[in-house]
């Protein structure tokens, strides 16, 4: 059995921390130090601070305990029983809660529940339901209140001439289950609203030539009855009127048909409308100035019976020259106050004017009336249909507690989701249901409460629900003190659990008196005037600070907790923690007389053994070739490995990378090669220092570096151009004339030089004999070459010569004479022609 309860208790826990947490969006740790001030001394103060926060009553001799805590920690404490933890819960319990009804029922319930008690913590939040389900249409009384100026005579005359025909169509056209009552309004009889000249006082259509009657506020002509020949004859007994501005008084008729129930006849059981028949503005609050009247509108009935031979049922508004006009947001209260629907139907003109106060006055209705108002039936038949299809809820938020936030959402029957902050639905048909969701916050405890309980209602019903509020401020145990108890050394009351002294005397059981230096126990308590005592981590007893666990200092401003935790120690293995005024450090130890040093958290896990390579007998730090820096080797540029043991640059080598240094190396494998040999075992004492590899052809190991972005050859795997520029070698063998050739590189993995030596080929490494064609042919090629120039010397030779004999004949030329003499045998030629047809005669 005992197990059991302990399970039912876990399980609660469990539920009650993801709860919390939901509510409040707070962590644990947040919570308990709202709940673990040390400022709150009493059970109120408690669960005032946070809606988790529980009281322990449970009286102790232990200073130290800790009576407000979250509840999950109080639970969980030793020292406080379950029936000594004092944790009020915010819920919400219905207080009536009738099923609805059926359609045959008489008495209507559509609302439920019909009656909720809240109770609230503050700072918690509630969550509840109320659901609507339309049973049946209510009865209902219309009033018709129609406009008496001189413009809206036409539409009187059709009124009257409907008659008795008026009921009885919107009996068969709207509801036969309706009543119906009948008033009229002008304005208020002052200037400037109307003429106050005395012929106008009595008919005021006097300059037209035409009987009206005298002017007036508002007549309550007909009171909300079935008897339709009633309505016919008050319809029919009603005369014309007029004032002298546009704007009428009917807003002072709206408010006493709203306020005065009894005299209009509104029956509680049925749906409330009021049809406004109107060809003009209306005038509102502080209009009244104008005529110096400047007292308010009070929303009070005033509403007096007139002596009148003609009707005795006639009330007129007697307060109509000494109130000023109601403002619209008084209409409003009064038509939700007493469930009024209006219907303004009005004339085209002022259609826009009215539909302003329809988003204004909740489950109100504006159409536009005819200009003789023949369509009177249709407005009243569709405004009707409307709103009894439309539910407009609302709240009242003048009875609302202070400190109270009130969000709702609405699932209308129609609709596919939630609809946020709105109370309305539209296509309400029987048997349909409405469900409204409340969430409620108390963010305060409010000094006062409402007189009267909130309703939630709408002016469309005669039903309501009750909000009735209930705050959670207060423990019980709190009223139940026991004055002078031996609890609290007689000098105190014990009042829940929990110790009040009497002036003079302090401590958590009254034991002690207070100090004769001037100050106050608990101020001995504080390092400041505005510090806290303690530092919230421990009791003052008799102005010395008893701290609680974990806790140390003068004024227990000191744990050893909140420093940074490494492998499950906190400081690490060689620290310990000193948290005080909430700066965390950790003090680091020594071992083997070397200190601990802080890591990269504030650990102190950091210590020079660790850079020391306990398996070699270098016993120096990090090998001598770098910095320990929290327990980890930084090696010089030189050197590499966890010790910075491995040398990892050719400047820490023995031999350097020229190609002298090597050649022996190379000279020997380069021989064992060429003599089929085995390199390794011939030329251990060569490359004792070194390694090497035999290549059929030096690689270019120049291009490996990571950026160059050309693929590196095979050979060179593993090659560090940028350690070690490759060093290509040539060396003439000692026993030839054979050329050996060699790279220098570095190997990352060796961390030593790596000697790539070309494997022997006689056809490139050695020298060619020489070929006799190499000789005789430039031989050759000599001498045909001076023959050649042997003969183009001789050729220019020979061609001067002729010149220059040449020339000396020509000059024996110039200077030769000649002379001019006949040839002695020299004829002259010439020609004979005969003609061989001439004949001489």
Same mark, same amino acid.
């Given at each position: ?26 962590s644990a740790a947040d919570i308990d130090k709202l709940c673990e001030d040390t400022a709150i001394t009493s059970c109120d103060q408690c669960i005032r601070k946070h809606p988790q926060c529980a009281w322990c009553s449970r009286t102790s001799d ?6 407000? #805590? ?12 379950? &029936?000594?933890? /004092? ?36 700072? @918690? ?7 609507? #389900?339309?049973?049946? %249409? ?60 005395? %012929? ?16 007036? +506020? ?23 009127? +007029?004032?002298? %501005? ?5 807003? @002072? ?7 005065? +129930?009894?005299?209009? +006849?509104?029956?509680?059981? =049925?749906? $409330? ?18 005529? =110096? ?39 409003? =209260? ?6 009024? *629907? ?12 009215? @539909? ?31 709103l009894k299809e439309k539910l407009q809820m609302s709240l009242d938020d003048d009875n609302k507690p202070t400190g109270v936030g009130i969000s709702y959402r609405t699932l209308c029957p129609t609709a596919s989701g939630w609809a946020d902050n ?82 003079? $005397? ?50 227990? *401003? ?46 102190? /896990? ?55 240094? $090597? ?40 291009v490996c570096s990571a950026d160059s972005g050309v693929t590196c050859p095979s050979d060179c795997a593993d090659v560090d151009p940028s350690v070690l520029t490759p060093t290509p070698c040539t060396q003439a063998q000692s026993t030839g004339q ?42 050759? &090629? ?7 120039? =042997? ?47 001439? $004949?001489?005669?």
């Open positions: 059995m005992l197990n059991m309860e302990r399970i039912k208790l876990f399980i609660f826990l469990a539920v009650f921390v993801v709860y919390s947490v939901q509510v409040s969006g707070q232990n200073s130290n305990i800790k009576r407000c #805590r979250s509840y999950t920690k109080t639970l969980q404490a030793s020292a406080c029983a379950t &029936a000594d933890i /004092t944790m009020p819960r915010s819920d919400v319990i219905f207080q009536k809660n009738l099923p609805f009804s059926s359609r045959d029922d008489i008495s209507v319930v559509q609302l439920r529940p019909q009656n909720i008690n809240i109770n609230l913590r503050k700072g @918690d939040t509630v969550k509840f339901n109320v659901t609507f #389900r339309k049973v049946k %249409d209510y009865p209902v009384d219309l009033y018709y209140v129609m406009d008496l100026s001189n413009s809206m005579k036409d539409d009187l005359a059709e009124l009257q001439k409907l008659g008795a025909s008026l009921a009885e169509a919107i009996r068969q056209n709207v509801t036969s289950d309706i009543n119906m009552g009948f008033g009229t309004f002008v304005d208020k009889v002052m200037m400037p609203f109307t003429s106050t000249v005395p %012929d106008q006082l009595k008919n005021p259509c006097v300059k037209a030539d035409e009987f009206c009657s005298a002017p007036f +506020g508002f007549r309550h002509q007909q009171p909300i009855s079935g008897d339709l020949t009633a309505f016919k004859e008050s319809v029919q007994n009603t005369n014309i009127s +007029g004032n002298i %501005d546009s704007p009428e008084g009917g807003f @002072d008729a709206l408010m006493q048909i709203a306020v005065c +129930g009894n005299k209009i +006849g509104w029956r509680e059981s =049925a749906s $409330h409308l009021v049809v406004f028949t109107t060809d003009a503005s209306f005038h509102t609050a502080l209009d009244g100035k104008l005529a =110096a009247i400047l007292d308010a509108n009070d929303m009070q009935c005033h509403l007096t019976k007139v002596n009148s031979s003609v009707d005795s049922n006639v009330y007129v508004y007697d307060k109509s020259k000494e109130l000023d006009y109601p403002s619209i947001g008084q209409l409003r =209260a009064a038509f939700v106050a007493n469930k009024i *629907q209006p219907i303004f139907a009005v004339t085209k003109e002022v259609r826009s004017l009215y @539909d302003g106060l329809k988003s204004l006055i909740p489950n109100s209705f504006v159409d536009e009336l005819a200009n003789d108002s023949n369509n009177i039936i249709s407005i009243i038949k569709t405004a009707y249909n409307k709105s109370l309305s639905c539209d296509q309400i048909k029987i048997g349909s249901e409405v469900t409204y969701e409340f969430t409620i916050t108390a963010s305060t405890c409010p000094a006062t409460l409402p007189s009267q309980p909130m309703t939630f209602t709408s002016s469309s019903l005669q039903e309501f629900v009750k909000f009735n509020f209930n705050f959670l401020c207060d423990c019980n145990c709190s009223s139940m003190a026991e004055v002078d108890s031996p609890s609290c050394s007689t000098n105190g009351s014990l009042v829940c659990g929990a110790c009040l002294c009497n002036d003079g $005397h302090e401590g958590s059981r009254c034991q002690c008196t207070q100090s004769t230096i001037g100050l106050s126990l608990n101020a001995q308590c504080k390092r400041s005037d505005t510090a806290d005592i303690c530092e919230r981590n421990g009791r003052c007893v008799c102005g010395v600070c008893d701290c609680d666990e974990n806790y140390h200092g003068t004024y227990c *401003q000191c744990t050893n907790t909140g420093c940074p935790v490494t492998d499950g120690n906190v400081c690490g293995v060689g620290g310990k923690c000193e948290n005080c005024y909430n700066q965390p450090k950790c003090n680091c130890t020594s071992k083997n007389g070397i200190p601990y040093t802080l890591d990269n958290v504030g650990s102190c /896990t950091c210590h020079e053994s660790e850079c020391i390579d306990q398996r070699s007998n270098n016993t120096m730090v990090c090998s001598g070739n770098g910095n320990c820096s929290c327990s980890s080797c930084n090696c010089d540029p030189k050197y590499d490995g966890i010790y910075c043991q491995h040398c990892n640059s050719p400047s820490c080598k023995t031999i350097t990378a020229e190609c002298s240094s $090597h050649e022996s190396c190379a000279i020997c494998v380069n021989a064992a090669v060429q003599n089929r040999e085995n390199a390794n075992d011939l030329c251990q004492v060569q490359c004792k220092d070194v390694t090497f590899q035999t290549v059929k052809a030096i690689p270019d190991c120049s054979c050329k050996v050739s060699y790279n220098i590189v570095w190997k990352k993995s060796l961390r030593n030089y790596l000697v790539l030596i070309k494997e022997f080929d006689q056809a490139i490494d050695c020298p060619k004999p020489i070929n006799p064609l190499v000789i005789v042919l430039p031989i050759v &090629a000599g001498i045909v070459i001076l023959g050649l120039i =042997a003969l183009i010397a001789w050729k220019v030779y020979q061609t001067y010569r002729d010149k220059r004999e040449w020339k000396v004949f020509e000059n024996e030329m110039k200077q030769s004479k000649w002379t001019k003499g006949q040839n002695p045998i020299f004829e002259e030629a010439s020609t004979r022609f005969e003609n061989p047809t001439f $004949h001489a005669t």
